[in-house]
């Protein structure tokens, strides 16, 4: 599983380019901005080795084909598609669409039951003996705890399942952007992710669930969509549908969805996230059918909270669709108390811009640490989870304990897993204001910061403890190897300093303190991921308050547009950081002063290939390109005009998974000619071209098979999308993502003989900004210059 | 205003056809499908004329420009446009959004202040009639006062802005698919549709205020991006940069989510309900200024009620952020009420897509009879207002007096103008149910069918009266010459049925009444417009209730999916009516059996231009076509090939309306050269370029500039979107729309000596399935097998 240390080394110095003359001043300028420094160098090409970084691992990426691939053998298949196979078709696409829904919800499920006993023992056993004042003890009960539950979840992450640390959501949005990352939705990463996610989440670190989740309702719909794991599938007859580049999207783009309805019970939130921050195709059909999924969570999740609302959990005992309910609170707001609402969006946008900053150089550092080997992965997760339980239990001590209020209808003090109000070391009477926030799960510590009605219970001082400790944390913990989410983390953050601002606002303010903490929450979420409508519905599913929205929606739409002046949102830091191409939605300015064709000449010369082309040539061309793609050129006869000498015709784009299939069943004919369409309908079905597999390795050519010809007609995709050579880069680009393209061609704007159908093809590298840039290094001084104007 | 009615005629006879050999049996075939009958007879060739039904007229319809035309004007404006030009440009962006956002709150805080109190003063009369046992008196107070409403909004509608009659829903997804219908967004049609819908509500006609107060949004939005009403234009530098299709289109996005938002006081779904059902094209960047939009609208609409609650608006009372709260009901269900719920779900669908047969049916009638004149129209609306008045008071006579109930906290009976068990005709101590229902405005009817804990309140009988007649008014009154709004109607329908099933469920459910009704009125919502996300999240803000999200899911899935069994969406329906070209998301099936080459063959030769091209030649060619974009081809030197005979370059195309421009400016040249850049710029701008005016009869050219050249390169688009012949219609269709075009050049896939660059061109008709079947007849019968299959 390790990886190669060589091919890093070969990625990092072949710095080999077409653009020579450049000198270091231009990389500096280039790289002045932090986003322009990917962990992996890149040489100076456009189209430069598809690497990326996967689970602190360099690996290679591809890209996924969601264009339909539209060749003879496609078409054949698509008319003879009975209404049965139709019908079949349907009914599987909703049927995985509820299993994805069923089990994200049985999943989630079993996470919180066994997070909240594992977690729930634990602390009742430490509090039992801070109670009898044995704090030394219990300070070694809770760190050793802690220290074996992290060593659980690292040791899983490291030796299985490289790819199951951190969120996941990075690479679930690269991939509906169209780039596969390898292992990234296994079976292994699935276990690995859940279990994993319950040790780290149960011992004390940091992090959320809600990352993970997301991840594994993706890992659920992928692995559910191709019969299984890799080596025990399923080979049912209706699945194979299933197994191409678009469907797999879809059920992934359900997967997300209903992992994040898991995670905060929100199923408009839940599909509204997808929308907004994960997928980059949206069609309305799919809309339709993610909603579907995140009904069928709900509806679990529900029937799960009524189950345990019995008592047959163990330690899960209060729970509701609703985490941090603050419905029974009137919301009462004039204008007076928009000038408070407005400096939480402002505090939270600089806040939240400033932790993406932050994390991105802990990344950084934690990268080269990660990369050391095993070892070092463990003991950096085990640090991180010594300091935090040190924290946290130690912390507390410094506070000093109150007074219960006898006015709070609340039990006060409490000493077991829930409540308020903690007790701890404090006398019979008197809580512990850091405790209740320190000396809990992060589930229940948001739940007693969002308290309303309660404006004395937190200290300032306790809070800003508190805010400091969690933003430390919330830096240190997030690159570990363990399963970790960004959102609990932040949300803790958020509703600390909101509690605060609440609490410096005094009588200017209406507004209760644990709607300041909510909306605080709201503000640094916004802050540093940047969504805003999805957050909206997440945070409204999640406090069941409605009359919190305007005021929320004010809060967030600050606080973005704060953070979006300051730096990208932290999951385009990751994505870049990681290497990963992922292509924005909006073209960059400067795309609009250079042409495709510029950029095809900057590339090396397009390899074509005959329509019947010899099997020496193909072997040749697969063995000496990493291209993936290769336009199907034809010499011939023009109709309206006839024989033309020199005239030739394009006749579509022919994918290397294909001509690797060709070689492997050796499809080859005796003499140079066109085959009949039933000739290839024997030797492949439609359904045989989707799957993508088959190596080049894995062939075997004679040297008499050499000399033999294959005809390439048939297995071409005669309707590739092309732009003329005049297209701007911009509208290309536009072109490109919005199509979801794999190649594009470029033909001529020119009609004569003699001259070339293709001019160059187009890849997803090709068109990203940074590639650009590289290869075009006039372009970054406009752009500097512009941005100094 | 009116319309010549030679036009229709012509329309309607010219079946001058390519396809001259195709018999009456495949027309029948093709229009045996109820959606396969548009008003509007077409001709039997691709590329009809650009016809369409606006406000019950037959109007020319153009398509829009979404796409960016990149020619050398709009380049160097790109490259010398500064960073204070775009901060202007952002800024205004935004403070459109926000004006947008202040004036449709503004206004619909009128127009619902107007209908409580006319509508309020109206019926508190007539109630003090009834009291006095003057039954005949108050009759004909009320039908009077309904009939005069009613008069004064059909009399705005028809003499004034026929366009202002009906929801503009439809006509607003057809703007943002890229369809311009006339005066659609103009000031005439503003107005009237405020003071239109004011009149029709208050007159106690069975429509809503919901589906106009979109129109009204859009309607701000688009007289603010172009600086006021066509003639009283504010020509403030600053604006001219919104006078372009693409900022009128964000705009009017905007301006449709706040209409909405305005109507149900529901942000969040009216984000969503432009997203899922009015818009065609969504960036991520616009879900956030949409949501500023509905957020400033909220705030307005908070603000108006803060203020109103001090008792200064008159009749208008009660309300308050949510219309109809239902929160106070602790909702609890079980897995036995899935039955009830499917159950509910299934018959909504089913009732939701008889009423679009129905409607269909109903507005083709109206149709004929709105045709003959301006006299019809108004008396179409008067009997249906005559009608409805009748209905409402006289049927709540025939039900029984019920006691009122002690044990409920309501008071009981009621004789103001809101509050629930109306006294009416029933003596002290007793209560009219109908009364209730109808004897009210359609909102209160809406809040005491919603009405929850009151069990017994409604009998059976007066229910199924109170669907019967709603099912009635609701086919009958849509289509009048009134402003009018779908949504209220097909509540009112669906909350009656809903509860209706909620007392024949009896004791085997535990779902309170009010939810049932509620519910019924999603599912017939769902049945009839097929929202799924948006109108969930409406139905969430409108109910304040999120307990009720799964089961209101469920029953949104199974409507929407048993009315998709049955026919399309009744916006659809309305669509295709008027024909309006709207280009649906998904191709269908048998368009991957054609090639755009076979589509262009069965059109009229491609009309070119030279690059420099003779003045007599444009005049011809705009004279004698009604094309509204020209391929410019050059004969030339090809690169790297040097000068070959025969060769051709596609330079790009030329808009219809820059062509008009150059030559009402007289931009001509003596000899036949190519311009600087610098002579250009001196005469056009760009900004002028992006504005859609000037008519080509405008123009007057004399005989001796008819000898003199323009050069069109400058003005020239260089980077239109292409497809290659082979491309299947199928696959050019989803380019067609994922880009927003409004013509997609068809390039040859041959390259030789005397080929043309240019194969043929494609519009929006051109890709209509509707227009592809006529003149391929042969695959509407494949499809029909393929259905039989």
Redesign the interface.
Known sequence: MEEDPSQVAETTTTTTSSVEGVGEGEERDLESNPLNQPLLKRSRTLSSNPLAIVGAKVSHIESLDYE?N?NDLF?HD??SR??AQVLQYIFLKWSLAFLVGLLTGLIATLINLAVENIAGYKLLAVSGLVEKKRYLTGFIYLTTANFVLTLFAAFLCVCFAPTAAGPGIPEIKAYLNGVDTPNMFGASTLIVKIFGSIGAVSAGLDLGKEGPLVHIGSCIASLLGQGGPENYRIKWRWLRYFNNDRDRRDLITCGASSGVCAAFRA??GG??FS??EVATW????L??RT??ST?VV??VL??FI?YCNSGKCGLFGRGG??MFDV?DVTVTY??MDIAPVALIGLIGGVLGSLYNHLLHKVLRVYNLINQKGKIHKLLLSLSVSLFTSICLYCLPFLATCSPCDSSITETCPTNGRTGNFKQFNCPDGYYNDLASLLFTTNDDAVRNIFSTNTATEFHPLSLLIFFGLYYILGLITFGIAVPSGLFLPIILMGSAYGRLLGIAMGSYTKIDQGLYAVLGAASLMAGSMRM??SL??IF??LT?N??L??IT??VL?IA?SVGDCINPSIYDIILHLKGLPFLD??PE?WM??L?VGELADAKPQVVTLRGVEKVARIVDVLRNTTHNGFPVVDEGV????GL?I???????IVLRAHLVKVLKKKWFLQERRRTEEWEVREKFTWIELAEREGKFEEVAVTNDEMEMYVDLHPLTN???????E???VA?AM??FR??GLRHMLI???????????VVGILTRQDLRAYNILTAFPHLAKSKER?KG?
């Open positions: 339909i539209e078409k698509w008319r009975s209404s199923p408009v599909v509204l929308l907004e949206w069609r309305s059909a809309l339709w909603f579907f009904a709900a509806v529900r029937a009524e669709l609703i419905s004039h204008a805003t409508v909206c519905v409204l599913e069941n409605l009359l929205l305007p929606m004010i739409l973005k939605a909006n300015p609009r002063n042409t023009v109709p309206r005009v033309a020199g005239a030739t015709e394009l006749h579509g005669t309707t590739p999308y092309t732009v003329v005049s297209m701007s509208k536009v072109l919005q199509v033909v001529p704007k020119y009609q004569a003989a003699g001259v070339s159908p512009e104007n």
